[in-house]
């Protein structure tokens, strides 16, 4: 996978077994990776499905044929999402790519009561995704929403909704054999995880409280086990 190069092609530049990359794109293709008339590259629409194609017309505007069409390519079985609560900008931005390469499906900031930071800029993070999505190649981009109260994301996302905290009452891989779902959503706490409030809306929702043990975990490290339990554990069989 190393030599293949993957590109955003807008489903609007589709027409039939034809291709025409933005502006932006075509200049990474022309000028910086200095592909060829005949190179084969990938097409990512972020909406879920991945191409193959061969460059026909390589300048200012580039241009190809489609060979091979792949739906839900590189995605996983299982429909992650995860809602953390807001840390600080370079530890954040660092989780969102790592978050797309294990596979989430959506990213969703939580105000909580002990985060740090209060707000959070969408198009910065959603560029970040995008480019995560094509340096690994997944065919579905994931979507950064405005952050939430927790009642909020709770209140829009109540099925299959699990809490990470280091005083679960079981483990996530003990939950997950136990679930026969396709989707989950998993509620993350900041630097200094949930308070006693938070904890009490939560169980008060029955949701369930998992741990990964019995370690303390920073957020973002949290996030990435969680993911990466679920989409190699029981869930994804």
């Known amino acids: 996978m190393a030599d293949e190069h993957f590109f955003y092609i807008s489903p609007n530049n589709l027409t039939k077994n034809r291709f025409t990359?933005?502006?932006?794109?075509?200049h990474h293709t022309s000028n910086v990776l200095r592909l060829k008339v005949d190179d084969e590259i990938w097409l990512l629409d972020g909406l879920g499905t991945a191409y193959k194609g061969i460059i026909k017309q390589n300048g200012q505007e580039v241009s190809g044929e489609i060979i091979s069409e792949f739906p839900d390519y590189?995605?996983?079985?299982?429909?992650?999402?995860?809602?953390?609560?807001?840390i600080k900008r370079d530890r954040f931005e660092w989780l969102l790519e790592k978050a797309v390469e294990c596979g989430a499906v959506s990213i969703t900031p939580l105000l909580l009561d002990r985060c740090v930071k209060k707000s959070l800029n969408i198009v910065r993070s959603q560029k970040i995704v995008k480019t995560a999505a094509k340096q690994c190649g997944r065919s579905r981009f994931p979507i950064v929403h405005e952050p939430n109260s927790l009642i909020q994301f709770i209140n829009n996302n109540i099925e299959h909704i699990i809490c990470l905290n280091s005083h679960g009452e079981q483990s996530l891989v003990s939950w997950q054999k136990n679930v026969q779902s396709n989707k989950v959503s998993i509620l993350?706490?900041?630097?200094?995880?949930?308070s006693e409030n938070e904890m009490t809306v939560i169980k008060e929702k029955n949701i369930p409280i998992v741990t990964l043990g019995s370690r303390r975990l920073r957020t973002e490290t949290a996030a990435i086990t969680a993911l990466n339990i679920i989409e190699f554990g029981g869930l994804n069989e």
């Open 74 to 86: 590189s995605e996983a079985n299982v429909k992650m999402h995860i809602a953390v609560g807001l």
């Open 188 to 194: 993350i706490g900041p630097e200094g995880d949930f």
């Open 21 to 26: 990359l933005d502006a932006e794109e075509a």
